[in-house]
Nanobody, 120 residues
Framework: VELVESGGGSVQPGGSLRLSCRFS????????MAWFRQAPGKEREFVAD????????RYADSVKGRFTISRDNAKSTAYLQMHSLKREDTAVYYC??????????????WGQGTQVTVSS
């Protein structure tokens, strides 16, 4: 399995970005997908996840109402739409495949990460 993220960049506070995660190497529809992030000097943390059928999504409290996770199984791609970005959203964002549906423990497959910087 290979995961390739894209869409990161620099944005001002209050701005928006959309991250994409292209999946290959297996059947995308068989995996729950998630986004995690890691800020400088901090541990990697859960951001959001989505079930294989897209019938359920979950979010960290810090991004609820601002971020939306989605997926397109026909394109083998997961997305993270981010609005109202804050400086504290600055981090490397990682796509993950196989996240546990109850514990939010990440699966074994990770992307290389994409940098999101929120700064004026």
């Amino acid at each position: 399995v290979e995961l390739v993220e894209s869409g990161g960049g620099s944005v001002q506070p209050g701005g928006s970005l959309r991250l994409s995660c292209r999946f290959s190497g297996d059947i995308f529809g068989g995996y729950n997908m998630a986004w995690f992030r890691q800020a400088p000097g901090k541990e990697r943390e859960f951001v959001a996840d989505i079930t294989w059928s897209a019938d359920d999504t979950r979010y960290a409290d810090s991004v609820k109402g601002r971020f939306t996770i989605s997926r397109d199984n026909a394109k083998s791609t997961a997305y993270l739409q981010m609005h109202s970005l804050k400086r504290e959203d600055t981090a490397v964002y990682y796509c993950n495949a196989g996240v546990h549906p109850e514990t939010k423990a990440p699966g074994v497959y990770w992307g290389q990460g994409t940098q999101v910087t929120v700064s004026s």
